[in-house]
Structure formats: structure tokens, C-alpha cells
């Protein structure tokens, strides 16, 4: 929230809904007819200081939501590689805690390296690649909102399943394998259920979508930006799913020195509160009903550019003109091509097809934060602990968002729009990528000198018994490569969301928002299929060969979006959308909801 008052006429009802009537333009060139009340001039986007507009309250209370849905998923997700790959260890309490004052490590079903990198990763596989469906589901049929709720239910039985998987006559008898693996995909649906929906529903609660003058108390004449909104209320986002992350330093401790059953308590209690605060929501939220599908009009539409410019044309200039009414009207094929669609439309097609060519650059980033599949895991393994689980390092990936967040979100990005520095998405996104890059080359250079320092050589991570089983090299040096794929999260993730919502058309953003988390199922995906290799005593060159890739990407990338940067962030409306106002920031009035009905 900014924390200077605006004051200026309500801009929430200024807009043409019989059109698409917004789109990406050039800060040089916005066109005349995309007139609107407020509109600054060019000179005014030249020399006026942008600021954010104001968030509702009720978009702090959808942030709390997804730090309870966070908080339990990340309260277990760290776990599955110690419960899967190490056996129940001996000396332990029997609920798979370790002996205090070992350098052991918890585990409970003992079945290996291979199987519990693949058990991790397709967990995470499914929890990023089902949103495709469901995404596509609350766009089309059912509403963002009722889907939401629907994703917590199943998750709860989740939740009552793995507390079961902790019971200690189970873990003494060998029968926890199927209420474990069972909960763990129940989860998995879930989450997917509840995560392409919840940004779009939280984005749908900004009212203002374009670039326009205000006043503030002190009288100076400002832009209230949508890009700048956008960063500020995405930020608040990720900052409570990082908050909700750190959740698992307390999992990580009770599995160390309690045992499973609390670990696994712990998520549970976290994801209580989660259908209270959706009841107290469900009249207050501004809700955009399901409008049915653009998709069969997008394949008609690429259909029309294929077959008039053909697939070398793809990609290059012009080439989605060819689908637009007024172009097929000016070649007098209108007989030929029946078109559902104005011309805007097909200009809002053209920049989803852009910003889903954007994520696909980001499994990159993702190997490089958390590295290929679960092998940051294992290289925590081979270094001394002191009594410190192993777990816990990783949480630091969350810390430094933590840290990082409020900097960025009152300190560095309004210090740039002060001094009129546009440091646009594509920029964010690329220092993301090389940061990424840098913390990859940190974990490639620890695993070096764990292999070389470890009394198991290149299999220090294959439960080592030598010696101490562990190199002489503090796990706290692991704390460097997490914190920086960390604040690499914030350039490269929160311009997504922006990115993935203002560049869709209304009826498939949810659709895209999933696309944008499928690109880290991708990454789930090549970390599942390199599960055989994602061990000893190839570890090294597990982490150093993303580190490489994500090098050469990030100027691959910078030199094909950068001219994304020099455009006005808008978003696309349609005749379909129907929303209330939402409730103001100074007020604790509710605003009124809209039945997501056909």
C-alpha cells in the first residue's frame, strides 16, 4: 500500500468494456484512439514520476491465503527426500528421528537416492503441471474462486493422510508406503487445483489498468502506473509464499529431533485457517465469472496466419495480422475465413504467444535456484551438520526473499521511478537469470570439494560411513548458492505474474498463469528424467552444466525480449468481464461479489 494518499476521481469505471481496449503500446507512441479519462500525454509519460496506485485490503487477506496454502506445502515438500531415501536410522527414537548428537540424518523407508529424487520430483511435477487443467477448468467452466476451494478440501485429505504416515507402529511395521504415497499425490492435485488461480484472482482486485494522471496531497502531478501496481502487489505475493517457505525450518527440526508425526502435524495445523479465511472472502472478493474458453478461437486464429503466411512466417513480423478481420477484409477473403474475433484480439493473442515464449526460458532459472532434481539435497549430506538438519539450509532460499522483498519493493524500485529509471520486466527477468547462473557455479564448486574432502571420495553422498561420513566443510557454506537463487526468485518470478496476467486475454488467465508455473514442471520433468544420474559420482557436473546453460541463456534472452521493456504495461478487458469495485484501501466496507455463473 503507498503510504501517500492519492487524491483523484475514481478511475475504476473509465473504461470502454464493448472492446479489448487495452494493449501493449510503446512509451513513445500510445495510440490516439485508446483514449480514456486520466490519459497522461507524451509528455507527461516522459518527465511525471510513476507510482503505484493503492491495493484493497482484500488483496493483503488473498496474500494471507496463500501463505496458509504455502505454508503447509512447504512445510512437506523439503521432507520427501529424507523420508523416501533414508532408512528408519538406528539408535533413533521410532518415530525416524536420529540419535541426538549424530551426524545422522532422519529417514523412515529407506529405498535409496534414485527412487526418492524421483518421488520428489514428480510430486513437484504434477503440483506445476496439473494447473494446465485446472487452469484451463476456472477460466471455462467453474470460476477461479470456487475451484480455489475446492483445491483446499483435497488438500486437507492430504494433509490427514501424511500425519497418518508418521504413526510409529507403521514406521516400526514397514506400512507406511501407502498412506505416504498416497498423501503425497493427493497433495500434489491440490495444490494444483488452488495455484494458477490464486494470483489472477488477487490481480482481479487492482481496479486501475491503465497509465493515468493523479494528484497527490502535495499536489504534484504523478502516473499511476499498472506496472508499477502490479510489482507492488506481486511482491506482497511472494514475500508471504517465502514466509510461508520458511515454514519447513520448523518441519525440518521436529523430523530431526522429534520425529515424523510432528514434521508432518505441523502443515496440517498451518493449513487450518485456510477455509475460514475463504468463507469470510467468498461475498468480498471481486469475482470475474467463467466466460467460457478462447481457445478453439486461437487455433482458428493460428490456423489463418499458418495457412495464409506459412510456418516460416511464424514468429516474424506480421505474421498474426493475417488473422485480423480488418486484414482479411482488406484481401477480400471474408467469404473464405470466418473470424469470431476483432482485431484486438488477435493483437492479445499475439502477446500470450510472447509471454509464454518468455517462460520458456525459466526451467533454467529453476535448475539453477534448487538445482537439478534433488541434488542440492544430497550435497547437503556430505557436509558437517553439527547438529544443524540437514534440511534446514535450504530454507534460507526463503530468508533472502524475505530479506530481499521489502528492499526491493520500498527501497530500490521506487528510488528508479524517482529518478525515471525504467528497469522493465525483461531487465528484472535477466539480472534473475544471471543470478541464477552465479548461484549454480556456488553449488558446482561446494560439490567439488565435498568430493574431494569426503572420506567416500566421489560417493560421499551414498550414505558414507567412513570416518564421520562427511567432508570437513560446514553446511553453512550452503547458506551462499540458496540465498542467491533466492533473490534471483524475485527479478525473474514476480514480473511472470504481472507478465502472465496483463498479456492474456480475460478468459485465459488462469490458463496462462498455469502455462508460466508449467515451466517449472519442466524443470521437474528433466530433474525426473535424469533421476538414474542425479547421484554419485556425477553430482558435479549435475550442478556445473545448468550453471553453463543459464549463462548463455540469459543473453539469449535479454537480446530477444528487450524491446519488451520500451512498451506501456495495460491489460486486456473484454465485454464478458464483470466486476465490482473493490473495496477501498482506507475503508473495511466490503465490496459487493459477482456469482461465477454461466
Not at 510472447?354 to 534433488?374: A, E
Request: glycine share 10%; proline share 6%.
Amino acid at each position: 500500500m503507498t503510504t501517500t494518499e492519492i487524491v483523484a476521481a475514481d478511475g475504476s469505471s473509465n473504461y470502454d468494456l464493448e472492446k479489448h481496449n487495452t494493449v501493449s503500446t510503446t512509451h513513445k507512441n500510445i495510440p490516439i484512439e485508446d483514449d480514456y479519462e486520466g490519459k497522461p500525454t507524451q509528455e507527461e509519460l516522459d518527465t511525471l514520476r510513476r507510482v503505484p496506485g493503492s491495493l484493497p485490503i482484500i488483496a493483503y487477506l488473498i496474500c494471507i491465503v496463500e501463505f496458509c496454502e504455502r505454508a503447509s506445502y512447504y512445510g512437506i515438500q523439503p521432507l520427501i527426500p529424507n523420508y523416501v531415501n533414508r532408512p528408519m536410522p538406528e539408535g533413533g527414537n521410532g518415530w525416524g528421528a536420529p540419535p541426538r548428537d549424530s551426524q545422522k540424518t532422519a529417514g523412515a523407508l529407506g529405498m535409496g537416492q534414485s527412487a526418492a529424487n524421483a518421488v520428489a520430483q514428480s510430486f513437484s511435477m504434477l503440483a506445476y503441471a496439473l494447473p494446465l487443467v485446472f487452469g484451463w477448468l476456472a477460466d471455462a467452466k467453474t470460476g477461479r474462486f470456487k475451484l480455489i476451494c475446492w483445491g483446499v478440501v483435497v488438500f486437507g485429505v492430504g494433509h490427514v493422510l501424511m500425519v497418518v504416515a508418521g504413526a510409529k507402529n507403521l514406521l516400526a511395521n514397514g506400512t507406511t508406503t501407502a498412506p505416504y504415497f498416497l498423501s503425497v499425490y493427493i497433495l500434489a492435485i491440490g495444490a494444483a487445483m488452488f495455484k494458477p488461480n490464486v494470483s489472477p484472482l488477487l490481480l482481479d482486485q487492482v481496479a486501475n489498468t491503465k497509465p493515468m494522471i493523479k494528484v497527490l496531497k502535495t499536489g504534484e502531478r504523478v502516473i499511476e502506473d499498472p506496472e508499477a501496481t502490479t510489482e507492488r502487489v506481486m511482491l506482497w505475493f511472494y514475500l508471504m509464499i517465502n514466509i510461508g517457505g520458511f515454514m519447513g525450518i520448523a518441519t525440518a527440526y521436529s523430523e530431526k529431533y522429534v520425529g515424523w508425526w510432528l514434521a508432518f502435524l505441523i502443515p496440517l495445523i498451518l493449513y487450518l485457517p485456510l477455509p475460514f479465511l475463504l468463507w469470510f472472502l467468498r461475498n468480498r472478493l471481486v469475482l470475474h465469472p467463467p466466460g467460457g474458453s478462447d481457445l478453439p478461437n486461437i487455433f482458428r486464429i493460428l490456423g489463418i496466419c499458418f495457412r495464409r503466411g506459412g510456418f516460416k512466417k511464424f514468429g516474424r513480423h506480421g505474421f498474426w495480422d493475417l488473422a485480423k478481420p480488418s486484414n482479411i477484409a482488406a484481401a477480400g477473403l471474408e467469404g473464405q475465413y470466418k473470424t469470431e474475433w476483432s482485431d484486438q484480439f488477435v493483437e492479445d493473442v499475439r502477446r500470450t504467444f510472447q509471454g509464454t515464449g518468455i517462460f520458456c526460458f525459466f526451467p533454467i532459472q529453476y535448475l539453477n535456484d534448487n538445482g537439478l532434481g534433488s541434488a542440492a539435497s544430497f550435497l547437503s549430506t556430505m557436509l558437517k551438520t553439527d547438529g544443524v538438519p540437514n534440511d534446514v539450509i535450504q530454507n534460507f532460499n526463503s530468508i533472502s526473499i524475505i530479506a530481499t522483498a521489502p528492499v526491493l519493493n520500498y527501497g530500490l524500485y521506487p528510488m528508479l521511478r524517482r529518478f525515471n529509471i525504467h528497469y522493465g520486466p525483461i531487465a528484472r527477468i535477466t539480472t534473475g537469470l544471471a543470478m541464477s547462473s552465479l548461484g549454480g557455479m556456488g553449488y558446482t564448486l561446494l560439490n567439488y570439494y565435498a568430493y574431494k574432502l569426503s572420506p567416500c571420495g566421489e560417493y560421499g553422498s551414498s550414505n558414507c560411513t567412513v570416518g564421520t561420513g562427511v567432508a570437513d566443510i560446514s553446511i553453512w557454506f550452503l547458506v551462499i548458492p540458496f540465498a542467491v537463487g533466492g533473490i534471483s526468485e524475485l527479478f525473474v518470478n514476480v514480473p511472470a505474474y504481472g507478465i502472465a496476467y496483463s498479456r492474456a486475454p480475460p478468459n485465459m488467465r488462469g490458463l496462462v498463469s498455469a502455462i508460466n508455473l508449467f515451466s517449472t514442471a519442466i524443470a521437474y520433468i528433466i530433474g525426473l528424467a535424469c533421476s538414474s544420474v542425479v547421484t554419485d559420482p556425477y553430482l558435479t557436473w549435475i550442478f556445473g552444466g545448468p550453471a553453463i546453460a543459464g549463462g548463455v541463456l540469459t543473453v539469449v534472452f535479454y537480446l530477444t525480449f528487450r524491446h519488451i521493456d520500451s512498451e506501456e504495461t495495460v491489460f486486456s478487458q473484454r465485454e464478458t468481464i464483470e466486476a465490482a469495485p473493490a473495496e477501498d484501501s482506507s475503508s473495511q466496507k466490503a465490496a459487493p461479489a459477482h456469482d461465477e455463473k454461466n
